[in-house]
């Protein structure tokens, strides 16, 4: 009882302060906890424009998923959406990141800019301008490629090119945010470590293999968790660029829930394939998690 009693005199105490804190959690709970128990509370319904009268169906929704050879499409796709950007956005913002932290800060300061320019200009901005390059007909790449005497290439059109189209205008924009991360965890390396290592006759790739990359473990592990979480979410991209086609090749789990919803209006069906998405950022989220244990961050 006594414990009781001071727990809530340090909560009445500390008032003041959740005061403070009061708006982002009203935020949260209005806009994220209650829409995402309404939306796992609907996947147990069938429903359609009229969600007043939406009928109960238990488990039948994730029953026809298992089924659903379109889902199946957007999940591998999702998978392998997963697969290629997430690696290739950790390789390529590290190695600019380790090209660039030996520069002068001004110089630094200026690719810091230009390569986070495009994350801040986003996803559908970009992939306008990428519209345009990947057109058939009058497009900027095909164009180039008529130089060297190639055919024009339906890049949005045809299956395996519209899913690589989507996955390298989603690199042109990811990066930024990554290598702004790794230049920070660059620039906290102790100093001393290295001109210890050199004083000891290790090259710049030793240092870089055996002394930056281990301290930078924490930045990476942050980078990699986060970019998984946002490419599992992808959907702008194809939405503006191929709109899931052609023939469900370049969708994802995301705009399948889009289509299902606000286009087909089956908003039971979308509730359930957003639970699944949640379910498996879940796991993949504390599969990751494993590995921040033994990191001192």
């Given at each position: 009882m006594s414990q009781f009693k001071e727990l809530a005199h340090n909560i009445w105490k500390g008032r003041s302060g959740y005061l403070f804190i009061a708006p982002g959690y009203l935020a949260f709970i209005a806009f994220l906890l209650v829409p995402l128990l309404f939306a796992i509370s609907l996947s147990f319904y069938r429903s359609s424009f009229d969600i007043s009268a939406r009928q109960?169906?238990?488990?039948?929704?994730?029953i026809r998923l298992a089924s659903d050879p379109v889902f199946k499409k957007?999940?591998?796709?999702?998978?392998?959406?997963?697969?290629?950007?997430?690696?290739?956005?950790?390789?390529?913002?590290?190695?600019?990141?380790?090209?660039?932290?030996?520069?002068?800060?001004?110089?630094?300061?200026f690719f810091r800019g230009a390569f986070y320019l495009p994350g801040v200009a986003g996803g559908v901005i970009l992939s306008v301008v990428w519209l345009w390059i990947f057109n058939p007909t009058y497009g900027l790449l095909n164009y180039v490629l008529g130089f060297f005497g190639i055919e024009p290439v339906l890049w949005l059109s045809n299956a395996p090119q519209s899913f690589w189209a989507v996955v390298f205008v989603v690199l042109t924009f990811t990066i930024g945010q990554p290598i702004i991360l790794f230049l920070a965890g660059l620039a906290g390396i102790p100093?001393?470590?290295?001109?210890?290592?050199?004083?000891?006759?290790?090259?710049?790739?030793?240092?870089?293999?055996?002394?930056?990359?281990?301290?930078?473990?924490?930045?990476?592990?942050?980078?990699?968790?986060?970019?998984?979480?946002?490419?599992?979410?992808l959907w702008e991209v194809i939405f503006m660029l191929t709109r899931g086609g052609p023939y469900n090749s370049s969708t994802s789990l995301v705009y399948l829930i889009y289509q299902t919803a606000f286009i087909s209006a089956k908003y039971g069906k979308a509730s359930a394939i957003g639970v699944v998405l949640l379910l498996i950022i879940l796991v993949v989220t504390l599969f990751q998690m494993r590995f921040w244990k033994d990191t001192d961050l």
């Amino acid at each position: 009882m006594s414990q009781f009693k001071e727990l809530a005199h340090n909560i009445w105490k500390g008032r003041s302060g959740y005061l403070f804190i009061a708006p982002g959690y009203l935020a949260f709970i209005a806009f994220l906890l209650v829409p995402l128990l309404f939306a796992i509370s609907l996947s147990f319904y069938r429903s359609s424009f009229d969600i007043s009268a939406r009928q109960f169906v238990g488990f039948e929704q994730y029953i026809r998923l298992a089924s659903d050879p379109v889902f199946k499409k957007a999940l591998i796709n999702t998978i392998n959406y997963t697969l290629v950007i997430v690696p290739a956005t950790l390789f390529i913002s590290l190695v600019i990141a380790l090209l660039i932290d030996p520069l002068d800060m001004r110089i630094q300061s200026f690719f810091r800019g230009a390569f986070y320019l495009p994350g801040v200009a986003g996803g559908v901005i970009l992939s306008v301008v990428w519209l345009w390059i990947f057109n058939p007909t009058y497009g900027l790449l095909n164009y180039v490629l008529g130089f060297f005497g190639i055919e024009p290439v339906l890049w949005l059109s045809n299956a395996p090119q519209s899913f690589w189209a989507v996955v390298f205008v989603v690199l042109t924009f990811t990066i930024g945010q990554p290598i702004i991360l790794f230049l920070a965890g660059l620039a906290g390396i102790p100093k001393d470590v290295l001109d210890a290592a050199q004083v000891d006759g290790a090259n710049d790739l030793q240092k870089t293999f055996f002394i930056r990359l281990p301290l930078l473990r924490p930045v990476i592990l942050f980078v990699l968790a986060t970019q998984t979480i946002q490419v599992f979410q992808l959907w702008e991209v194809i939405f503006m660029l191929t709109r899931g086609g052609p023939y469900n090749s370049s969708t994802s789990l995301v705009y399948l829930i889009y289509q299902t919803a606000f286009i087909s209006a089956k908003y039971g069906k979308a509730s359930a394939i957003g639970v699944v998405l949640l379910l498996i950022i879940l796991v993949v989220t504390l599969f990751q998690m494993r590995f921040w244990k033994d990191t001192d961050l």
